[in-house]
């Protein structure tokens, strides 16, 4: 259990469920896309919002894993309205073949997460961290826009785009974000922790770049960013001592699956939320972001990167 149960500005804490935070909304007539929503916390996301009506899509890259899923949610909420296709976000194809056979406007949810592994290259020939974590979000948000603002203007509702960041984004390289492919796949000065504090600090960076564009369109969508807590799931597959140390004292010290899965459902759904963007959240309410998360010019210039990277222009 949680050990934190100090209620902040929005009424809940870090102890707070996905449940609890959803109790009462009516999620009737959104869809909702949730990547890697076969395991963990998004399960549990994708199961609190196929609860509160939304129409889930799960976004996975096993599919029969993802319908077992469906399956599961099924016996519990029998009116749960789910569909599972194949997405991986380490492949720039996936992602485009994904996006291309999407035929109504999401409420794109990102919660593919790969947590601090050997160095590897993606499909495509970039870090994996960097192009799973940021790179296959970018290239899916920036896929589905023009779909999202145009069901925005006709629906009048608005729409919200969540990025699962990390309070990992503050240990990152000194440079922050290595805007360079060649120093991003450099195996040499790899460090599996900074290097997934850079590609959680670019879903900051990401999310408040996209909250400023969409402002300046006056689109009615909002963009935002969060950190889930420290879960015991199996992000830390590669650090073995560390997943036992974690796993033996978690019960006493960090959230379980629910609480984990709570901050994306409150900036997801709550109405508190409503208009609010381009801000970073924890425990179910505003956080402060690091002084790299809060650089504009940053935001910016990682913006063109991922843009000139997915050579999608």
């Given amino acids: 259990m949680w050990i934190f149960g ?4 929005s009424g809940f804490s870090a102890c707070s469920t996905a449940e609890d935070v959803a109790r009462g909304v009516n999620g ?13 916390i998004g399960t549990e996301t994708a199961r609190v919002l196929a609860s509160c009506g939304v129409h889930v899509i799960m ?11 469906k399956e599961m949610i099924i016996k519990e909420v029998p009116n749960a309205k789910i569909d599972v296709m194949e ?4 492949s720039f194809a996936s992602v485009r073949k994904f996006a291309s ?26 870090e994996l961290q960097f192009a799973t974590n940021h790179l296959g979000h970018f290239l899916l948000t920036n896929l589905l826009l023009d779909k999202m603002k145009k069901t925005a203007i006709e629906s009048r509702r608005e729409g919200r785009i969540v990025n699962l960041s990390s309070e990992g984004h503050r240990y990152v390289y000194r440079e922050g974000i290595r805007l360079d492919k060649d120093k991003i796949n450099d195996i040499s000065s790899y460090n599996t922790i900074f290097a997934y504090g850079q590609s959680k600090l670019a879903n900051i960076l990401h999310a408040n770049e996209l909250a400023r564009r969409l402002k300046e369109e006056g689109v009615d969508i909002i963009a935002n960013s969060l950190h889930p807590g420290a879960i015991a799931t199996n992000l830390l597959r590669h650090h073995g001592i560390i997943e036992g140390v974690i796993n033996w004292i ?3 010290f960090i959230k379980n699956i629910p609480q984990g899965a709570a901050t994306t459902c409150y900036v997801a759904l709550h109405p508190q ?41």
């Fill in 6 to 9: 100090m209620k902040g500005a």
């Fill in 28 to 40: 009737s007539g959104l869809t909702a896309i949730v990547t890697g929503a076969s395991s963990g």
């Fill in 59 to 69: 976004a996975v890259r096993n599919v029969d894993t993802g319908k077992k899923v």
């Fill in 87 to 90: 997405l991986d976000l380490s």
């Fill in 101 to 126: 056979e999407y035929n109504s406007l999401p409420l794109p949810l990102n919660l593919l997460i790969v947590m601090a592994p050997p160095f590897m290259l993606s499909q495509d020939n970039i």
């Fill in 250 to 252: 978690g019960k006493y």
């Fill in 273 to 313: 939320v409503k208009g609010v963007s381009g801000e970073y959240f924890a425990d179910n309410n505003i956080a402060t972001m690091s002084r790299f998360a809060s650089d504009v010019e940053l935001a910016k210039k990682l913006w063109d990167f991922s843009l000139d990277l997915t050579e999608c222009k």
